[in-house]
């Protein structure tokens, strides 16, 4: 049997010898943290090949000479001075891991829509001011990192990522979130901050899988809660600038008496008065859909958990 596994990294490598091609059995090449620009043809020969690391390196283009390699699982890219991406890197129809973070892509091809095994997506700190429409095809996507780019929206098909556990979009320049957000059903975490979002759209109110949601610099209203939670019991935690999460509050649904929690709206209504909402009826606070009010009134509302809290409770 033949060696699988070869690994090079920080060697300050300039090159490989050609003689890399040799290795037919070979599974995972580690070649991060080098100084290469360039890979040698036989590389191509590598059919087995599941693993590539090219991490730190020094490519401006992607070595023409992986785009065959059909067994390939994971490529690693981050931390190069990649411009673009081509076509044919839809040929590597085995790829669950494309990492190509760190690098200055304007871009993405169409045909990333073709790796449909796909698992991770980074993407992150790069110049990307959209993303494909056929980026909603990556069915078996569950981790989406597209931070720190200059994206200004999301394509309605990212509504199509139903796998979807973890959505990095922190960091650009989106003013608005595509109504179809709300059909990612196993979404687990949203990061949006440090956007020029106005509004969150009311579907996101259907993401039953959802543990955190970042919304923090954004151009949200003062009142709008910036971070909200959601525990394994279905209950919302939001935490606000200004007021201090209680370690208590998340299990404030078993102590709260059956008649509070069927008339919570109005009773959160009230505490959101006196803790600081808008009064005026024809506010535009009071013309949000009614469910995005509840979620708000029910955690403005510190002064009244307290009153329905068990005097016993030490949470």
Wanted: net charge negative.
């Amino acid at each position: 049997m033949g060696i699988i596994d070869l690994d090079f990294h920080s060697e300050k490598l300039t090159s490989i010898p050609a003689n890399i091609g040799n290795f037919c059995s070979l599974k995972t090449l580690n070649l991060s943290t080098n100084e290469l620009t360039s890979l040698p043809e036989e590389i191509r020969n590598l059919v087995s090949l599941e693993h590539l690391n090219l991490h730190a390196n020094r490519f401006t283009s992607l070595p023409v000479e992986i785009l065959n390699l059909n067994a390939l699982e994971k490529l690693q890219l981050r931390r190069n001075q990649l411009t673009s991406i081509p076509k044919e890197i839809g040929n590597l129809s085995s790829m669950k891991l494309l990492h190509l973070s760190d690098n200055k892509l304007e871009s993405l091809p169409a045909e990333i829509g073709n790796l449909i095994s796909l698992k991770e997506l980074w993407l992150r700190n790069n110049q990307l001011k959209s993303l494909p429409a056929e980026i909603g095809n990556l069915i078996a996507l569950k981790d989406l990192r597209v931070g720190e780019n200059q994206l200004t929206s999301l394509p309605a098909e990212i509504g199509n990522l139903t796998a979807l556990t973890d959505l990095h979009a922190d960091q650009n320049q989106l003013t608005s979130l595509p109504v179809e957000i709300g059909n990612l059903s196993s979404l687990e975490l949203l990061d949006l901050q440090s956007n020029k979002l106005t509004h969150l759209p009311v579907e996101i109110l259907r993401l039953a899988s959802l543990y955190i949601i970042s919304i923090q610099l954004n151009l949200l209203p003062e009142w709008f809660p910036m971070t909200y939670y959601h525990d394994m019991e279905n209950v919302y935690l939001i935490q606000l600038p200004l007021l201090k999460q209680k370690s208590w509050t998340k299990y404030y649904h078993k102590f709260y008496p059956e008649k509070i929690r069927k008339d919570i709206f109005t009773v959160m209504m009230i505490a959101a008065i006196e803790n600081g909402a808008p009064k005026h009826p024809e506010s535009e606070f009071y013309k949000l859909p009614k469910e995005i009010l509840y979620t708000i009134f029910r955690f403005y509302a510190d002064s009244i958990v307290n009153e329905y809290t068990p005097k016993n409770y030490n949470g």
